[in-house]
């Protein structure tokens, strides 16, 4: 059931990543970012109902998952071939693999961070929210993607969603989300076996008006401006954080007048791993991540006067 048709609606995804030399310079904001599904049959709900057969009695979303990233980075597209993490996601609600493909885009530069969370209810109508995201200027875009489950390989997604306004921050964008095809598998129903899509995938497709879904939005994406944490300005205080990549051993150099009051370590999920204070207020501060795994990291620098960075590390 890999169909291209002619309605070919935009899809939507988070990334982005800050360089490990940035200056405090760039603009960051934070956001919460919210899908509410209406996911519902015709008759239950005749006004917003979108699917023309009976939900299965396990109807429920995967986790939402995506990133913040530049335009050099796509997570998927439509109309192109979908990635093994996006098939992954689409086909078994497995974010896994997405996740790696997510880190390897911020080990380029072109990702911030891979975003993840749950849905309210094991349900077909429910919310999931990613609340206080922060974003930086210099990955404005955001993806996502979630399994409509079970499924053969249908999900919902959206493909670099701007953040950016020119040089301002967006306060609001609401958008309404269609079923998507994945285009790995064949199967016509929400309970069809596996029947991967021979002899080879086809690209990613909306489903409006085809297979159980009609022309209506399967839900709502709302973006939501919390608050600007930092604007652009010409007079900025330099900070260097070497060697990176690195064993895990690092210095963060800043001004005589402006030094660093703490740094703030996160992995790519967001869960805080480490975290450095500088006591003394030098200019240079030691840190030692030797303790952590191999990969990216996320180091949220604090400045005395209040500003705020965030690098991407790598240990290797």
């Not at 169909?3 to 982005?16: P, R, V, Y």
């Not at 050099?72 to 078994?92: D, P, Q, Y």
């Not at 939005?217 to 973006?223: A, E, F, N, S």
């Amino acid at each position: 059931m890999k169909k291209i048709t002619l309605a070919l609606k935009s899809l939507t995804l988070i990334t982005a990543l800050v360089g490990s030399m940035c200056l405090f310079a760039q603009s960051r904001a934070s956001y919460t970012i919210s899908f509410t599904s209406v996911w519902d049959t015709e008759t239950n709900d005749p006004i917003n109902g979108n699917s023309t057969l009976a939900l299965p009695n396990n109807a429920h979303w995967s986790n939402l998952v995506g990133a913040t990233h530049n335009n050099s980075a796509r997570l998927l597209e439509m109309g192109s071939m979908a990635s093994l993490g996006i098939k992954n996601v689409a086909e078994f609600g497995s974010n896994g693999e997405l996740m790696n493909e997510v880190q390897a885009l911020m080990m380029a530069g072109d990702a911030d961070q891979f975003l993840q969370v749950g849905f309210d209810d094991f349900a077909a109508r429910t919310t999931a929210t990613l609340s206080n995201i922060e974003v930086s200027s210099n990955f404005p875009l955001l993806s996502l993607v979630s399994m409509i489950a079970p499924s053969p390989d249908w999900m919902i997604a959206v493909d670099g969603i701007n953040l950016r306004d020119g040089n301002t921050w967006v306060n609001e964008i609401i958008l309404p989300l269609f079923p998507y095809d994945a285009g790995t598998d064949s199967g016509m129903f929400y309970t069809s076996p596996d029947q991967a899509t021979t002899p080879n995938f086809e690209p990613i497709s909306v489903l409006i008006n085809e297979g159980p879904f009609n022309a209506k939005p399967i839900g709502t994406l709302t973006v939501t401006l919390n608050q600007v944490l930092s604007v652009d300005t010409q007079n900025v205080t330099e900070v260097s954080l070497y060697p990176n990549p690195s064993k895990g051993k690092m210095t963060i150099k800043t001004s005589n007048s402006n030094t660093l009051d703490q740094a703030l370590v996160y992995d790519i999920l967001g869960k805080q791993v480490a975290s450095f204070q500088n006591s003394t207020s030098n200019d240079e501060l030691q840190m030692d991540l030797t303790n952590l795994n191999n990969g990216v990291y996320l180091v949220k620098l604090v400045l005395e006067d209040g500003s705020l960075s965030t690098k991407k590390v790598i240990i290797n």
